[in-house]
């Protein structure tokens, strides 16, 4: 069964930073894309970065740009993402997510991240 | 970017009865591998969202067959036979053609 289980999620005051860890389980992790997606409270779904199967390939939305990074290591089937300069605007719940087909199969459970003071 | 419009919003469905979804992509979704990236998904309440469709028309594993997916042209729809209680939540489109990948703003589903 395919799993995929966040953390490092918490609240963090503007400016700081935090890293988000994905550990996956149940598939070849090193064989998938892998994207992280974000949803503020109440609102809807907005995707926020991808990265290839070896880490040679990232992409992010503009509104992260230059203060996320997106790593994984398949070693250990896990993903990453670190924040950096965080604002109350990426006050969030965090999944993560795997790349089948251009979908996104299967999803996390989420972790919170929110940012204030 | 590419914009993902849903309709309607709001959708009160009484069991038994077909529910209807559309979502409109502001430019192609097709690939060059001739498939289209597009996919729809349902966030239950209080849960993480779940594939429902992927290629426009194809039903992800354990998805019951009363849910379908159609195209024409840059129009997308989500059909359920016959809806049922356990198929309220929002309904999310997406496109997976370029990033940045886009959702459209939801759907919610529920029991009249």
């Known amino acids: 069964e395919v799993q995929l289980v966040e953390s490092g999620g918490g609240l963090v005051q503007p400016g700081g930073s935090l890293r988000l860890s994905c550990a996956a389980s149940?598939?070849?992790?090193?064989?998938?894309?892998m994207h992280w997606i974000r949803q503020a409270p109440g609102k809807g779904l907005e995707w926020v970065s991808r990265?290839?199967?070896?880490?040679?390939?990232?992409n992010y939305a503009d509104s992260v740009q230059g203060r996320f990074t997106i790593s994984r290591d398949n070693a250990k089937s896990t993903l990453y993402l670190q924040m950096t300069s965080l604002r109350a605007e990426d006050t969030a719940i965090y999944y993560c997510?795997?790349?089948?087909?251009?979908?996104?199969?299967?999803w996390g459970q989420g972790t919170l991240v929110t940012v204030s003071s | 970017d590419i914009v993902m419009t849903q309709s309607p919003l709001s959708l009160p469905v009484t069991p038994g009865e077909p529910a209807s979804i559309s979502c409109r992509s502001s430019?192609?979704?097709?690939?060059?591998?001739?498939?289209?990236?597009f996919s729809w998904y349902l966030q239950k309440p209080g849960q993480s969202p779940q594939l429902l469709i992927y290629?426009?028309?194809n039903r992800a594993s354990g998805v019951p067959d009363r849910f379908s997916g159609s195209r024409s042209g840059t129009d997308f729809t989500l059909k359920i036979s016959s809806v049922e209680a356990e198929d309220v939540g929002v309904y999310y489109c997406?496109?997976?053609?370029?990033?940045?990948?886009?959702f459209g703003q939801g759907t919610k589903l529920e029991i009249k």
């Open positions: 997510s795997r790349d089948l087909a251009g979908s996104r199969d299967s």
């Open positions: 149940g598939f070849t992790f090193s064989s998938y894309w």
């Open positions: 990265l290839n199967t070896d880490g040679s390939i990232t």
């Open positions: 430019q192609s979704l097709l690939h060059s591998n001739g498939n289209t990236f």
């Open positions: 290629f426009d028309s």
């Open positions: 997406m496109q997976g053609l370029q990033t940045p990948y886009t």
